[in-house]
């Protein structure tokens, strides 16, 4: 039977046999917790019928775990140092595949499309942390079909993805995930579950995809450039931020009246808007710039 890397002396053998340095630049933090990548693959849902992409299998941990629970699994990794080891840790599975790739230079759309026919797929990682938001929001932005991403993250990144209007961590990236899907923390991670520990907490986050969008939008990059022109300035209010984000050159009037059809304070800010307000806000700045 294969040694279970989740076992921390498993991890360190496969270490030492390949003499292998830890890369700082690839946010290089191998699990060594059974029970957290238990709880990883369960929350994922995962079964036979999935195919699953990994992002950063490292020496496999995870990999192994996702071999037996899922139909196929393809695992993206940047380091070439690591494909060797990948090839001796992972081959009693036939159903795993290995791309040494860039993930962010990938075209997963494409992959989905000549692997499973174009089904929607599950994504489950722990992800280098130094590109989480890129690697996320490139899925959802060039429309990936999948069901769900079930990752590891930096705590702090996972509540900003899960909190709302009102909330110190609310802003850009909370809104941009709730657009495109549900998240919900499933479990926090201390450092002593992970080789080298990190320096900060982490998380694990299910974002399940909405089968439609929540919010009814005329042009969706027109409503994140205002979101994003909205939370660049936070201690000014949301007049002030639409005013000064200067591409559209909007009269002082139509910014005045757009926020009043939401039913708020002319001095309002962004971070008391839900996805809901943005939404609106953003279709009536629409009408007036078509
Ligand atoms: N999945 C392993 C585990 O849980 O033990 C490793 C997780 S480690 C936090 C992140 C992994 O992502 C590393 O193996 C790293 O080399 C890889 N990685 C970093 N940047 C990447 C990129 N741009 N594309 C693909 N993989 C990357």
């Known amino acids: ?33 059974t029970h957290v990548l238990d709880k990883i693959i369960y929350s994922a849902e995962i079964t036979k019928e999935d195919m699953v992409l990994e ?15 899922a139909g196929k699994v393809i695992a993206v990794e940047i380091d070439k140092n690591l494909i060797p080891i990948l090839a001796d840790t992972l081959h009693e599975y036939e159903n795993v595949q290995i ?45 990936v079909p999948l069901q769900s991403i079930t990752v590891m993250v930096q705590k702090e990144v996972a509540d900003r993805m899960q909190t709302g209007p009102g909330n110190k961590d609310y802003g850009a990236l909370s809104l941009a995930v709730q657009y495109y899907a549900d998240p919900y923390i499933v479990a926090n991670v201390p450092p002593n579950c992970f080789m080298p520990r990190p320096k900060v907490g982490s998380a694990v986050i299910r974002l399940t995809r909405h089968a439609e969008p929540p919010v009814e939008v005329e042009d969706e990059k027109l409503m994140f450039d ?37 039913g708020k304070g002319a001095s309002v800010r962004g971070e008391a808007l839900s996805l809901e307000e943005f939404a609106r806000l953003s279709n009536e700045i629409y009408n007036y710039l078509h």
Do not use: C
Request: charged share 25%.
């Open 1 to 33: 039977a294969k040694p279970d890397l989740g076992n921390p002396q498993n991890t360190i053998e496969v270490l030492q046999k390949y003499k292998f340095n830890f890369q700082k630049k690839f946010g290089q933090n191998f699990l060594i917790d």
């Open 55 to 69: 992002i950063g299998p490292g020496i496999g941990t995870m990999t192994q775990y996702l071999a037996e629970a």
């Open 99 to 143: 791309i040494n790739e860039d993930v962010l230079k990938l075209d997963i759309a494409k992959i989905v499309e000549e692997q499973n026919g174009g089904k929607p797929i599950k994504v489950v990682a722990n992800l280098p942390y130094y590109i989480t938001t890129p690697i996320i929001m490139g899925l959802f932005e060039n429309h």
């Open 226 to 262: 205002i979101i994003r022109a909205s939370f660049n300035q936070r201690r000014k209010t949301l007049a002030n931020g639409l005013k000064n984000a200067g591409k559209w050159d909007l009269p002082k009037e139509v910014i005045a009246e757009a926020i009043e059809t939401l």
